[in-house]
């Protein structure tokens, strides 16, 4: 069964650039699969930030399209998300997944709270 | 892209059923049937419970139903128990451009 395990600072500078790795495992990253990144505010609901293919095709959320970049690391077995400017209202619990079915998140990390604050 | 519409709130007793509506446009949940469902219990990771519309993944029980009908969605949990306390989440492919959208989400309350 495929696990999803996110890292990353848990606080970021306000005008910063959050970074986020998942590892994952027990399956492979160049599976046919796309990897997704999901936010959700506290006490809010999901926003679905973009996904990625094995191969580096990606697509982003147009409200976020502007800050974001996701890459894949095929040796290591995981991917990541960058968000550069972020501000207040980037403070979330990000997780990452796996779209197993068709345009369909399967699997979900644990998620890690991100706070942007100075 | 907007999120799609959920009710608040929904609330059952045990052993009754509730349902949950999730309403998008025509470039979302009417366009396509990769509508999912989603529980999150509190602290947890979401989990999916109904994929393109109304299958459910493995492990998930038949309690748990889906369906859809012009740009409305639908879950129908039955026979509810303490355990389907929890919220819900509606999501859909939106689009051309392989985009998502989730819904506003729907605290159903086991009374």
């Known amino acids: 069964q495929v696990q999803l395990q996110e890292s990353g600072p848990g606080l970021v500078k306000p005008s910063g650039t959050l970074s986020l790795t998942c590892a994952v495992s027990g399956g492979s990253i160049t599976s046919s699969n796309w990897w997704s990144w999901v936010r959700q505010p506290p006490g809010k609901g999901l926003e679905w930030i973009g996904e990625?293919?094995?191969?580096?095709?990606?697509n982003y959320n147009p409200s976020l399209k502007s800050r974001v970049t996701m890459s894949v690391d095929k040796s290591k077995n995981q991917f990541s998300l960058n968000l550069s400017s972020v501000t207040a209202a980037d403070t979330a619990v990000y997780y990452c997944a796996r779209s197993g079915y068709p345009y369909t998140v399967d699997y979900w990390g644990q998620g890690t709270l991100v706070t942007v604050s100075s | 892209q907007s999120a799609l519409t959920q009710p608040p709130s929904a609330s059952g007793s045990p052993g009754q059923s509730v349902t949950i509506s999730c309403t998008g446009t025509s470039s979302d949940v009417g366009g396509y049937n990769y509508v999912s469902w989603y529980q999150q219990h509190p602290g947890k990771a979401p989990k999916l419970i109904i994929y393109e519309v109304n299958k459910r993944p493995s492990g998930v029980p038949d309690r748990f139903s889906g369906s859809k009908s012009g740009n409305t969605a639908s879950l129908t949990v039955s026979g509810l128990q303490a355990e389907d306390e929890a919220d819900y989440y509606c999501?859909?492919?939106?689009?051309?451009?392989?985009?998502?959208?989730f819904g506003t989400g729907t605290k159903v309350t086991v009374l």
């Open positions: 990625i293919y094995h191969g580096g095709n990606t």
């Open positions: 999501g859909s492919h939106a689009g051309s451009n392989n985009l998502r959208v």
